[in-house]
Every structure is written in structure tokens, then in C-alpha cells.
């Protein structure tokens, strides 16, 4: 039996957040990571005096704000003849669960009892649409397939989403799902391997550490691009790595060196960056 929790309000796509980093999605992080704490607005200047910092031109960040409201993320208020933006309840709840997601997601070392949870799922061979959709859906939620109709995870506690996922597809009738235990036959890391790419995901990772591991910011407003950087490059990484236990996954993971970099440069950089944010948000 699956509950089914219902969200209502905007989402981001995965196509969002997988993509390049395009000028929303730089956006999205200094929110996330900046206006959401301090709960103050922040001043269309701010925002495009950090877009630019991060290559992003002025046309290209009033567009990416426009489409943010637009989306009921951000709202405006007008003072003068200049503009401010506040978070609106649904951006500041997608922020919150996206910031909680980010921070979860790279200090998640829960052990594994050992359980799994297995998914069969009937979907009619001649909608591909739909089958696709299913694929992105899930594996957005942590689930690798196996074949065409059973989807795994280590993971029992992520069936309510998977189960909200088969609801809004129109799946949940023939659909099953059961938590067990390994038996005799076969291996789990095979299991693992056939499920996910872990090494497609691993060279991810990789590609982080190398860059991620290059700047050494001097100064506050370094540091605070560095930081959005960071934040920026690491969002990535809960949607792609289905976080799998350290039973499952090859020796030397890069994903835990990778997880602990992050940790480390965010700490080290968040002081020099929340002093910069504050010196830019300043409105004389």
C-alpha cells in the first residue's frame, strides 16, 4: 500500500537542475543559499552585480529573475523607482526542502540494515512517453531499474515519494512494492552496478574535485563567488547519486572524498562569503 502525499506549488525540473549553469539556476543557489537565512529582500541590483560576478550578463539575470517570479517563486515590491524581491511561501518551501536536500545529502552517512525496496511497476509497452517519464521520475527519487518493470533501492524510506510519483503518472493500480532482504542467489554490488552508472556517476565526481579544488579565493567577494560556485556545481549531485550505503558502492568511492571537500571549502569560504553578500545587499 503506497501513502500518497500531495505537494501542491511550483517544483524545479530535473531538466533545471541537471543542465549548465544557466542564469536561473545560479539565481536559485544565491537564494537559496543567501536571501533564504537572513528572510530580508534583496534589491534587483544585488542580484545582477552577483549574476555578473558569475558571467552571467545583465540581460540574461533581469530575464532569469522575470521567469523566477513568473514561476511564483520571488514576488517584487517597489520602493522609489527601484525594485526589491521576498521569497514567496512556495519559494521559500522549495528553497528550504532544495537547502535541506543540498546539506542532507552530503552529510548522509545513515548505515543500512540491510533492507531493500523493490518495485514493480506495469507501464503498456507502446507509451514510451510515459516509460521515459517514469525512468526521470524515479531516478529523480533515488530508484535505479533493474529491467523494464522492477526498480530498487537501499533506501525503504524513500517508497512514499516513489509511491507520489506512480499517483501523479497514473500507475499506482498493478503496481507493487515489498521491502525485503537479500537472499542466496547473486551479489548486491551487482545488483548496485546493473541499477545505477556508477561509474559514469563516479567521473562526475571527479570533475567536481578538479574543480572545485582549483580556487583560492583572497578576497570576501572571491570567496563569495567561490561559495555560489560550490553550492552551484554540488546541487547537482543528490539528483544524480542515488547515495547508495558503502556496502554497495566500489572501493575508494570518489563520492565521499568529493562529500567531504564540500564540507570543507563551504565552511571555510561562508564567513568571507556572508560578510561580501552583506556589503552588496548594503543599500545607501
Not at 572501493?251 to 572524498?257: A, H, K, L
Request: hydrophobic share 40%; proline share 6%; charged share 30%.
Amino acid at each position: 500500500m503506497c501513502p500518497v502525499e500531495v505537494v501542491d506549488g511550483p517544483v524545479v525540473t530535473r531538466r533545471q537542475e541537471l543542465g549548465a549553469a544557466s542564469a536561473r539556476s545560479l539565481l536559485l543557489t544565491v537564494l537559496g543559499e543567501f536571501v533564504l537565512p537572513e528572510g530580508r529582500p534583496v534589491w534587483t541590483a544585488t542580484l545582477i552585480d552577483l549574476l555578473a560576478d558569475l558571467a552571467v550578463a545583465e540581460k540574461a539575470a533581469r530575464q532569469a529573475i522575470m521567469r523566477t517570479a513568473d514561476s511564483g517563486w520571488i514576488e517584487a515590491s517597489r520602493v522609489g523607482r527601484e525594485t526589491r524581491w521576498s521569497l514567496t511561501p512556495a519559494g521559500t518551501r522549495l528553497l528550504r526542502e532544495g537547502t535541506d536536500r543540498i546539506y542532507g545529502f552530503a552529510a548522509d552517512e545513515r548505515p543500512w540494515d540491510r533492507r531493500w525496496l523493490v518495485m514493480t511497476i506495469g507501464v503498456p509497452e507502446n507509451n514510451r512517453a510515459l516509460r521515459q517519464r517514469l525512468r526521470t521520475r524515479l531516478g529523480w527519487t533515488g530508484l535505479g531499474s533493474v529491467n523494464a518493470t522492477t526498480w530498487v533501492t537501499p533506501r525503504v524510506d524513500r517508497e512514499p515519494e516513489a509511491c507520489h510519483v506512480l499517483e501523479e503518472l497514473g500507475l499506482l493500480a498493478g503496481s507493487w512494492s515489498f521491502v525485503a532482504t537479500a537472499g542466496r542467489l547473486g551479489d548486491e554490488r551487482t545488483l548496485a552496478r546493473t541499477a545505477w552508472d556508477l561509474d559514469a556517476i563516479e567521473r562526475r565526481y571527479e570533475d567536481f574535485l578538479d574543480l572545485v579544488g582549483r580556487p583560492r579565493p583572497r578576497t570576501d567577494r572571491q570567496a563569495l563567488v567561490a561559495q555560489v560556485r560550490l553550492v552551484q556545481e554540488w546541487r547537482r549531485f543528490p539528483l544524480l547519486d542515488p547515495r547508495l550505503p558503502r556496502e554497495l558502492l566500489p572501493p575508494r568511492w570518489s563520492g565521499n572524498r568529493a562529500a567531504e571537500v564540500f564540507r570543507e571549502r563551504h565552511a571555510a569560504w561562508a564567513t568571507r562569503a556572508r560578510t561580501a553578500w552583506a556589503e552588496l545587499a548594503r543599500h545607501d
